[in-house]
T-cell receptor, first 113, second 116 residues
Framework: ELKVEQNPLFLSMQEGKNYTIYCNYS?????LYWYRQDPGKSLESLFV?????AVKQEGRLMASLDTKARLSTLHITAAVHDLSATYFC?????????????FGKGTRLHILP | DTEVTQTPKHLVMGMTNKKSLKCEQH?????MYWYKQKAKKPPELMFV???????INESVPSRFSPECPNSSLLNLHLHALQPEDSALYLC???????????????FGQGTRLTVV
Protein backbone atom coordinates (compact mmCIF):
# COMPACT_ATOMS: atom_id res chain seq x y z
CA GLU A 1 0.00 0.00 0.00
CA LEU A 2 1.34 3.40 -0.93
CA LYS A 3 2.04 5.70 1.98
CA VAL A 4 2.92 9.36 1.59
CA GLU A 5 4.21 10.93 4.75
CA GLN A 6 4.79 14.61 5.24
CA ASN A 7 6.44 16.30 8.13
CA PRO A 8 5.99 18.45 9.95
CA LEU A 9 2.19 18.54 9.86
CA PHE A 10 2.13 21.98 11.38
CA LEU A 11 4.76 24.68 11.27
CA SER A 12 4.69 28.12 12.81
CA MET A 13 7.62 30.28 11.87
CA GLN A 14 8.75 33.86 11.89
CA GLU A 15 9.06 35.93 8.76
CA GLY A 16 12.54 35.92 7.34
CA LYS A 17 13.39 32.39 8.50
CA ASN A 18 14.18 29.37 6.37
CA TYR A 19 12.57 25.99 6.74
CA THR A 20 12.07 22.68 4.95
CA ILE A 21 9.05 20.42 4.58
CA TYR A 22 9.75 16.74 3.94
CA CYS A 23 7.75 14.23 1.94
CA ASN A 24 8.57 10.51 2.08
CA TYR A 25 6.77 7.91 0.04
CA SER A 26 6.79 4.16 0.17
CA UNK A 27 6.70 2.92 -3.42
CA UNK A 28 8.40 3.60 -6.70
CA UNK A 29 7.31 6.76 -8.44
CA UNK A 30 8.98 9.16 -10.80
CA UNK A 31 6.44 11.94 -10.51
CA LEU A 32 5.82 14.06 -7.49
CA TYR A 33 3.73 17.18 -7.09
CA TRP A 34 3.63 19.99 -4.58
CA TYR A 35 0.39 21.89 -4.12
CA ARG A 36 -0.64 24.85 -2.05
CA GLN A 37 -4.12 25.21 -0.58
CA ASP A 38 -5.53 28.31 1.08
CA PRO A 39 -8.45 27.88 3.51
CA GLY A 40 -11.68 27.13 1.66
CA LYS A 41 -9.93 27.09 -1.71
CA SER A 42 -8.83 24.48 -4.19
CA LEU A 43 -5.33 23.23 -4.85
CA GLU A 44 -2.80 25.39 -6.62
CA SER A 45 -0.05 23.55 -8.43
CA LEU A 46 3.41 24.67 -7.33
CA PHE A 47 5.84 22.13 -8.76
CA VAL A 48 5.93 18.96 -10.79
CA UNK A 49 9.09 16.94 -10.26
CA UNK A 50 9.66 14.31 -12.91
CA UNK A 51 13.06 12.76 -12.39
CA UNK A 52 15.68 11.90 -9.84
CA UNK A 53 17.65 14.97 -8.85
CA ALA A 54 15.04 17.37 -10.19
CA VAL A 55 15.15 20.77 -8.54
CA LYS A 56 12.71 23.56 -9.26
CA GLN A 57 12.48 27.03 -7.81
CA GLU A 58 9.78 29.65 -7.85
CA GLY A 59 10.31 32.75 -5.76
CA ARG A 60 11.00 31.77 -2.16
CA LEU A 61 10.08 28.11 -2.70
CA MET A 62 12.38 25.40 -3.96
CA ALA A 63 11.46 21.75 -4.41
CA SER A 64 13.71 18.76 -4.99
CA LEU A 65 13.24 15.07 -5.63
CA ASP A 66 15.42 12.09 -4.74
CA THR A 67 13.70 9.03 -6.21
CA LYS A 68 16.26 6.64 -4.75
CA ALA A 69 15.58 7.82 -1.23
CA ARG A 70 11.88 8.30 -2.08
CA LEU A 71 12.11 11.77 -0.64
CA SER A 72 11.08 15.21 -1.76
CA THR A 73 11.68 18.47 0.04
CA LEU A 74 10.05 21.88 -0.19
CA HIS A 75 12.39 24.56 1.07
CA ILE A 76 11.17 28.00 2.09
CA THR A 77 13.67 30.81 2.03
CA ALA A 78 13.14 34.02 4.01
CA ALA A 79 9.48 33.29 4.64
CA VAL A 80 6.86 35.99 4.25
CA HIS A 81 3.33 36.08 5.65
CA ASP A 82 1.77 35.49 2.22
CA LEU A 83 3.20 31.98 2.19
CA SER A 84 0.89 30.94 5.03
CA ALA A 85 -1.18 28.04 3.66
CA THR A 86 -1.36 24.27 3.69
CA TYR A 87 1.17 22.53 1.46
CA PHE A 88 0.57 19.05 0.12
CA CYS A 89 2.91 16.71 -1.61
CA UNK A 90 1.31 14.14 -3.88
CA UNK A 91 2.81 11.07 -5.47
CA UNK A 92 1.79 9.73 -8.84
CA UNK A 93 1.87 5.95 -9.12
CA UNK A 94 1.06 3.90 -12.13
CA UNK A 95 -1.50 1.19 -11.40
CA UNK A 96 -2.08 -1.19 -14.30
CA UNK A 97 -1.24 1.58 -16.76
CA UNK A 98 -3.50 4.12 -15.02
CA UNK A 99 -2.23 6.88 -12.80
CA UNK A 100 -3.29 7.31 -9.22
CA UNK A 101 -2.30 10.46 -7.35
CA UNK A 102 -2.08 10.05 -3.60
CA PHE A 103 -1.66 12.97 -1.21
CA GLY A 104 0.31 13.39 1.96
CA LYS A 105 -1.51 14.72 5.02
CA GLY A 106 -0.40 18.26 4.36
CA THR A 107 1.71 20.76 6.26
CA ARG A 108 -0.11 23.73 7.72
CA LEU A 109 2.32 26.60 7.52
CA HIS A 110 1.67 29.66 9.64
CA ILE A 111 4.09 32.52 9.19
CA LEU A 112 4.07 35.15 11.87
CA PRO A 113 4.58 38.76 10.77
CA ASP B 1 -6.27 27.34 -21.23
CA THR B 2 -5.19 25.38 -18.17
CA GLU B 3 -8.53 25.49 -16.49
CA VAL B 4 -10.70 22.83 -14.96
CA THR B 5 -14.18 24.22 -14.36
CA GLN B 6 -16.49 22.79 -11.73
CA THR B 7 -20.13 23.61 -11.19
CA PRO B 8 -21.82 24.41 -8.97
CA LYS B 9 -19.40 26.05 -6.54
CA HIS B 10 -21.71 25.40 -3.61
CA LEU B 11 -24.51 22.87 -3.18
CA VAL B 12 -26.87 22.17 -0.31
CA MET B 13 -28.98 19.05 -0.68
CA GLY B 14 -31.29 16.95 1.41
CA MET B 15 -30.71 13.28 2.05
CA THR B 16 -33.49 12.31 -0.36
CA ASN B 17 -32.36 14.59 -3.18
CA LYS B 18 -30.64 13.65 -6.41
CA LYS B 19 -28.07 16.11 -7.69
CA SER B 20 -25.05 16.15 -9.99
CA LEU B 21 -21.65 17.77 -9.88
CA LYS B 22 -20.07 18.75 -13.18
CA CYS B 23 -16.48 19.11 -14.27
CA GLU B 24 -15.19 20.32 -17.63
CA GLN B 25 -11.75 20.73 -19.19
CA HIS B 26 -10.65 21.65 -22.70
CA UNK B 27 -6.97 20.82 -22.44
CA UNK B 28 -7.30 17.53 -24.28
CA UNK B 29 -6.57 15.63 -21.09
CA UNK B 30 -7.53 11.97 -21.16
CA UNK B 31 -7.43 11.27 -17.42
CA MET B 32 -9.98 12.79 -15.10
CA TYR B 33 -10.33 12.35 -11.35
CA TRP B 34 -12.78 12.92 -8.54
CA TYR B 35 -11.45 13.64 -5.06
CA LYS B 36 -13.24 14.23 -1.78
CA GLN B 37 -11.71 16.54 0.80
CA LYS B 38 -12.97 16.92 4.35
CA ALA B 39 -11.97 19.96 6.39
CA LYS B 40 -8.30 19.98 7.40
CA LYS B 41 -7.67 16.65 5.66
CA PRO B 42 -5.90 15.80 2.42
CA PRO B 43 -7.87 15.08 -0.73
CA GLU B 44 -8.89 11.42 -1.01
CA LEU B 45 -9.13 9.80 -4.40
CA MET B 46 -12.59 8.52 -5.34
CA PHE B 47 -12.54 7.71 -9.06
CA VAL B 48 -10.23 7.83 -12.05
CA UNK B 49 -11.41 7.89 -15.64
CA UNK B 50 -8.94 6.99 -18.34
CA UNK B 51 -9.93 7.58 -21.96
CA UNK B 52 -13.55 7.98 -20.83
CA UNK B 53 -13.59 4.62 -19.09
CA UNK B 54 -13.74 4.12 -15.35
CA UNK B 55 -10.38 2.67 -14.39
CA ILE B 56 -10.16 3.17 -10.64
CA ASN B 57 -12.95 3.13 -8.05
CA GLU B 58 -11.58 3.46 -4.54
CA SER B 59 -14.42 1.47 -2.96
CA VAL B 60 -16.72 4.46 -3.06
CA PRO B 61 -20.33 3.87 -1.90
CA SER B 62 -22.85 3.47 -4.70
CA ARG B 63 -24.66 6.63 -3.69
CA PHE B 64 -21.86 8.33 -5.66
CA SER B 65 -22.08 7.50 -9.34
CA PRO B 66 -19.52 8.92 -11.77
CA GLU B 67 -20.09 9.41 -15.46
CA CYS B 68 -17.81 10.52 -18.27
CA PRO B 69 -19.99 11.40 -21.29
CA ASN B 70 -17.03 12.55 -23.38
CA SER B 71 -13.37 13.42 -23.08
CA SER B 72 -14.07 16.94 -21.78
CA LEU B 73 -16.78 16.24 -19.23
CA LEU B 74 -16.95 14.40 -15.95
CA ASN B 75 -20.05 14.18 -13.79
CA LEU B 76 -20.64 12.91 -10.29
CA HIS B 77 -24.24 11.90 -9.63
CA LEU B 78 -25.35 12.03 -6.03
CA HIS B 79 -28.30 10.19 -4.51
CA ALA B 80 -29.38 9.48 -0.94
CA LEU B 81 -26.30 11.07 0.58
CA GLN B 82 -25.60 11.27 4.28
CA PRO B 83 -24.55 14.32 6.30
CA GLU B 84 -21.05 12.84 6.63
CA ASP B 85 -20.70 13.13 2.85
CA SER B 86 -20.51 16.89 3.26
CA ALA B 87 -17.10 17.92 1.91
CA LEU B 88 -15.26 19.74 -0.84
CA TYR B 89 -15.38 17.68 -4.03
CA LEU B 90 -12.48 18.31 -6.35
CA CYS B 91 -12.15 17.36 -9.98
CA UNK B 92 -8.75 17.08 -11.63
CA UNK B 93 -7.41 16.20 -15.05
CA UNK B 94 -4.07 15.19 -16.46
CA UNK B 95 -2.76 14.74 -19.96
CA UNK B 96 -2.11 11.07 -20.36
CA UNK B 97 -3.18 8.38 -17.93
CA UNK B 98 -0.58 5.95 -19.16
CA UNK B 99 2.47 7.42 -17.58
CA UNK B 100 3.62 9.89 -20.19
CA UNK B 101 6.18 12.47 -19.25
CA UNK B 102 5.21 16.00 -18.28
CA UNK B 103 1.91 14.86 -16.87
CA UNK B 104 0.68 17.50 -14.49
CA UNK B 105 -2.64 17.25 -12.70
CA UNK B 106 -4.76 20.39 -12.73
CA PHE B 107 -7.51 20.85 -10.18
CA GLY B 108 -10.81 22.64 -10.42
CA GLN B 109 -12.00 25.07 -7.77
CA GLY B 110 -14.18 22.44 -6.19
CA THR B 111 -17.81 22.10 -5.19
CA ARG B 112 -18.52 22.61 -1.53
CA LEU B 113 -21.30 20.14 -0.75
CA THR B 114 -23.47 20.27 2.35
CA VAL B 115 -25.92 17.44 3.01
CA VAL B 116 -28.70 18.32 5.41
Amino acid sequence: ELKVEQNPLFLSMQEGKNYTIYCNYSTTSDRLYWYRQDPGKSLESLFVLLSNGAVKQEGRLMASLDTKARLSTLHITAAVHDLSATYFCAVDINMNRDDKIIFGKGTRLHILP
Amino acid sequence: DTEVTQTPKHLVMGMTNKKSLKCEQHMGHRAMYWYKQKAKKPPELMFVYSYEKLSINESVPSRFSPECPNSSLLNLHLHALQPEDSALYLCASSQDPRGAQNTEAFFGQGTRLTVV
